[in-house]
């Protein structure tokens, strides 16, 4: 068995990533859209915000058998790592997954990293997996999806109540793209509003959200193909930024979007912020990209509010998602 890291320039390893990815998404969550070489080739360019993963396969007999990635962030959370594994449903109960697994956590040591977080959808096999190796659960995760022909009657009306009547003192930037220049520095404070989303016993530190992390996110999203809708909300009086939310739409798959974030700054909720941004949203959606027919969203399980909202929408829950902690030491 041999262990090696995939560059974006190893086009048949890449392509091997994409076709194990299909076998394992078939059993184990064959609702959800799978990856292609484009996506994974942008994964490895981009990463989510600059900061692409890096990616390892573990062959056997010459074939991929497992895939697992190391993620982490340059911008805060200097201490986290997070680790995924994959193995084709053929191969399993062999030890890849625990090999390949250990190879990643050396590989994350080596970085620095002495938290470590690795999650995977909810069974028994993965809760095993993840407390053999020593970690704890930490997380419940809800994936969710949204027909938008399935949007139930009235919700419109609601949004239009809660726009003229709670939420009547702020207006609402509807955009696509980079957000513009004079609104960059404030969407620092916006942005930061999601590290009060609930983390459980998840243990890191509150991200941060310079104006470069922002401009590179909003690239790495482009550059992989994103379209980027959102909605922002602004308070008519003051001219703070209170919340928002986006969307962002797969060129390879144009019929398809992501929830990507939605959040209220602390000293503006309570006023019917969050469902009139996420309507307003669907409402430009539909102008914009009117091919769109599903997207998706995630949500902690304990994320009541959130959860509320989506429910109001109609989104329909697909499946959960475990994740697990566990601590290290520093490198020698």
Known sequence: MDIM????????????VVHLGEAVDKVDSPWVYPETVASVNGWLVHGWDGDPPELFVLRSGGRVVAAGEVGFSSYDNPDLAWLSVRVHPDHR???????LFAA???RATQMGRTSFGTG??????????????GYRFVLSEMHRRLDVDDVPDGFSDLVDRCRREEAAAYEFLTMSGPVPEDLAEPMTVLWAAINDAPLDDLEMEPEVFPIERIRAYEHS???????????????????????HT???IEAERPHFGNQHDTSVVRAHRGNRLGITLKGLLLSYLREVEPQVRTFDTWNAESNDYMIAINDAMGFRVMGRALDFQKKGSAPA
């Not at 890291?5 to 091997?16: F, G, I, K, L």
């Open 5 to 16: 890291r995939v560059t974006v320039d190893d086009r048949s390893a890449v392509e091997e």
């Open 221 to 243: 999203q482009t550059s992989r193909g994103r379209r980027l809708h959102r909605v922002i909300a602004r308070h008519r009086e003051t001219g703070e930024l209170a919340g």
């Open 120 to 133: 995977a959808w909810e069974s028994a096999a993965a809760r095993g997996f993840a407390e053999q190796a």
């Open 93 to 99: 109960r062999q030890g890849h997954g625990t090999r």
């Open 104 to 106: 990643l956590s050396d």
């Open 246 to 248: 986006i969307v962002a």
